[in-house]
């Protein structure tokens, strides 16, 4: 720096700021001046010469770091300096590699009072019992995925359609760094119109029904404000301001009147006792009650328009906006599913109530309005109306997860089932006006996909450009629909299309250039032919570089309970992550799930691993047979939630698994019922009409706490500490009862999460958890485990 000589204390070159970012900088040969080089290299002129190189670790390492040269040496790995000691005039350092994909980044500076050239040699030591082709360097930017990618690549969180279908607002998100922001994009070729960077965590964005103008709420200390942004006029304005305990809300379709809900919590007397009043109110929030208010625009006269012991909620208006469709929850324990909805019609001019259904049907879902008010499009299980949509044999429980839809005319309370027959299961339902079709989301076997009906059942399946769509929205005067979703191997894209004309076409690839350069395994469909004849369903992952007659390990997982594990990209239990790091990975999707057909799912009914266990293990073996790649002594298996009990019952039927994993698995069954939050409403479907005093070969018999003694599979539990879905007492007896019995078993608890890991850091930390326990039982590789766990108390 300027004058650096006048002052004695100045600090050295090696200590002064990188003019690169080590953190963000990606090497790319040709690009920003990267170029290929030999080491070691002789270095030219004065200015600091930066070298990189990519290390592509095949497993958990910590080689040798030394750089030679007569000159100030810096380096960076992944961002993060690394301490680098000077021995016999070279600088080492221990690096600690993960399997996967890192950059080394070197900065050697010219030193003016040294007289030797300026030039740099770079070596990496592995420990000797460790060989060579366990650690890849290159320049090549090709590179595996990881759980940063999928963690911390930009993506859509939620998207809104104009009312013209011109335009589409997308809030979209990052972290590392942690980052929410808006951008509204033209629809049909996705070129940026508008962006707003810096926000407070923007949500909620609705297009208001007239003109170009969108609304989006922002929260300060719990309250918030819900803004209405003019893009012609460029110019935003307060609708609501600083609304405590804001719950959402919607325009009328008239554009003069927005409706918003307002929670209230019933205040605690504070004496420390608690008397329920009902099995939902061991739930901490059961005694909020949400009521729903009506502010003007732009006069914002507010008043309240529903009140009551019990939440109201709905944003459903008729066309005319003259009537708001209204939900109404109670307490039914006698009665599967053991609560019963109400479902309303308020009319706004006098705030009176019609109700819409019987009090005897429980099993609808969701009420939309069809193309007129006397017209209700319905979404419920195959049980609703006395089971008119059920396509089973008489004597079958029908799966009430089950999606139908119906429709149901209110002058003659009259319903027509639209799905019976039709196999995909209906998430969600609209009725779109421009197009004169029902639009929905349907569950199809291992995709999720968009379909077109008319009211007589016809249904069309779309193409909306990604195997498994996770969210879309439709214009209210346009035939255009905009859809986000994933592909097997394909992270987000966001698409638009026409229902008439098909065709879609991409908008958005928001992680585009965190993914440019990752290359992945191929996929492909496994179907298994079971020794009764019955065909399973399935895919399989290959191993990224797979080389064949090398034999790799496997790893198959499955959920098991009511929904199919689908092709989208990333999720919870990344495959292509587990397929990067050398594993074949395999996924049935056994008896029970949605989406093949009413038949299929009524199956999950009070299984409970009696005919799942058996389908898992002959598929895997079927895989085996069909891969003869695939080691079949280094097999792991692993499920979550259902899966995780699916993971425990298994490892009491086999010992076909080399290891097992279990994430918050149910090892008794009448402990989760009466313990989890949801367990008991879980079972009114998947335990129909079977209890624990009535069904003790179910409930003890399917349980694997009472099985404990034949687990002979190395296993591990993991469980996030505050689980309310599944507690973690049931890993807890398992773990227990293990221990006691000598066996192989290790449990991971995750402080201060829930049923499912959302924290950033601890994700990633359970994330590598998996994969190191594998590594240590399938490829016998233990460094990274204890690098984790061994020195943990």
């Not at 214009?475 to 004309?501: F, I, M, Y």
């Not at 009413?598 to 891969?627: M, S």
């Amino acid at each position: 720096p300027a004058f650096a000589a006048d002052d004695s204390g100045s600090s050295p070159a090696a200590d002064l700021p990188p003019s690169l970012d080590p953190a963000t900088v990606d090497p790319i040969p040709g690009r920003d001046g990267w170029r290929a080089a030999d080491l070691p290299a002789a270095i030219d002129g004065d200015g600091p010469a930066w070298f990189a190189l990519r290390l592509q670790p095949d497993r958990w390492l910590q080689p040798t770091l030394t750089a030679a040269s007569a000159h100030p040496v810096q380096a960076w790995l992944d961002g993060v300096k690394v301490e680098l000691k000077e021995k016999d005039g070279d600088r080492t350092a221990e690096l600690t590699l993960t399997p996967g994909d890192h950059v080394l980044l070197l900065r050697c500076l010219r030193d003016a009072e040294k007289e030797e050239a300026r030039g740099l040699a770079v070596s990496l030591a592995l420990p000797d019992d460790v060989p060579a082709a366990a650690l890849r360097a290159a320049t090549a930017p090709a590179r595996p995925v990881d759980i940063h990618d999928v963690l911390d690549a930009p993506r859509v969180r939620d998207l809104a359609v104009s009312p013209d279908g011109t335009l589409v607002a997308l809030t979209l998100s990052s972290q590392n760094p942690d980052e929410r922001w808006l951008e509204v994009r033209d629809a049909r070729d996705g070129s940026p119109v508008e962006s707003w960077r810096g926000l407070d965590a923007p949500g909620g964005v609705v297009w208001h029904p007239h003109g170009r103008a969108l609304s989006y709420t922002q929260s300060d200390d719990g309250k918030t404000t819900l803004w209405l942004y003019d893009l012609d006029a460029r110019r935003a304005e307060p609708v609501l301001r600083g609304v405590e305990h804001f719950g959402g809300y919607a325009w009328n379709p008239d554009g003069r009147s927005v409706v918003y809900a307002v929670s209230a919590e019933e205040k605690d007397d504070g004496d420390g006792m608690k008397r329920l009043r009902a099995i939902e109110d061991r739930w901490p929030w059961w005694r909020t009650t949400s009521h729903l208010y009506e502010a003007t625009w732009p006069e914002s006269r507010t008043r309240r328009i529903t009140a009551g012991e019990v939440s109201a909620t709905g944003f459903e208006f008729d066309a005319a906006g003259a009537h708001l469709l209204l939900s109404r929850t109670f307490p039914d324990p006698q009665n599967r599913p053991y609560s019963r909805t109400e479902w309303s019609e308020l009319d706004l001019a006098t705030l009176t109530v019609e109700r819409l259904l019987t009090e005897e049907e429980r099993w609808i879902g969701d009420v939309v309005y069809g193309p007129d008010r006397n017209t209700l499009i319905l979404t419920g299980s195959p049980s609703a109306f006395g089971g008119a949509g059920r396509d089973l044999p008489d004597g079958v429980q029908a799966n009430d997860y089950g999606g139908q839809v119906y429709l149901y005319d209110r002058a003659a309370k009259a319903v027509t089932p639209l799905t019976r027959g039709f196999d995909p299961d209906v998430n969600q339902v609209i009725w779109h006006a421009p197009t004169k079709r029902l639009l929905a989301e349907v569950q199809d076997r291992q995709l999720v996909r968009l379909a077109a009906g008319d009211l007589k059942g016809g249904w069309t399946l779309l193409d909306a450009g990604v195997d498994v769509v996770s969210g879309w929205d439709a214009a209210r005067r346009a035939d255009v629909v905009v859809a986000q979703g994933t592909g097997v191997s394909t992270p987000q894209h966001v698409n638009a299309l026409s229902v008439k004309k098909g065709r879609p076409r991409l908008l958005l690839d928001p992680g585009a250039a965190r993914y440019e350069h990752v290359t992945f395994g191929a996929v492909e469909p496994f179907v298994a032919t079971l020794p009764d004849g019955a065909e399973l369903d399935g895919r399989v992952y290959y191993p990224r570089g797979y080389v064949p007659g090398r034999k790799y390990p496997v790893i198959v997982y499955y959920y098991g309970g009511t929904s199919p594990i689908t092709r989208d990209f990333g999720g919870r239990y990344p495959k292509n992550i587990w397929a990067a790091d050398g594993y074949f990975v395999y996924v049935p999707n056994p008896s029970g799930a949605t989406g093949y057909g009413q038949e299929y799912a009524a199956r999950h009914v009070n299984d409970w691993g009696r005919l799942t266990a058996p389908e898992v293990i002959a598929g895997a073996q079927a895989f085996l047979a069909a891969h003869p790649d695939a080691d079949a002594d280094k097999v792991g298996c692993i499920g979550a939630s259902y899966g995780g009990f699916l993971t425990m019952h298994l490892v009491t039927q086999t010992d076909m698994f080399a290891a097992a994993v279990s994430h918050a698995g149910i090892s008794s069954i009448s402990s989760y019922w009466a313990e989890g939050y949801w367990g008991y409403g879980y079972g009114a479907r998947a335990l129909a009409n079977s209890f624990p005093w009535s069904d003790p070969e179910l409930y003890v018999g399917q349980s694997p706490l009472f099985h404990a003694d034949a687990i002979t599979t190395p296993l591990l539990l993991l469980h996030g500490f505050d689980d309310t879905n599944v507690p973690k007492g049931e890993s807890d007896g398992l773990y227990i009862a293990l221990t006691m019995l000598g066996r192989d078993v290790e449990y991971v608890q995750i402080a201060g999460q829930d049923h499912h890991i959302l924290d950033h850091d601890k994700r990633i930390r359970w994330n590598d958890t998996i994969l190191d326990y594998f590594d240590w039982k399938l490829k016998g590789q233990d460094g990274w485990w204890k690098s984790l766990h061994e020195a943990k108390p």
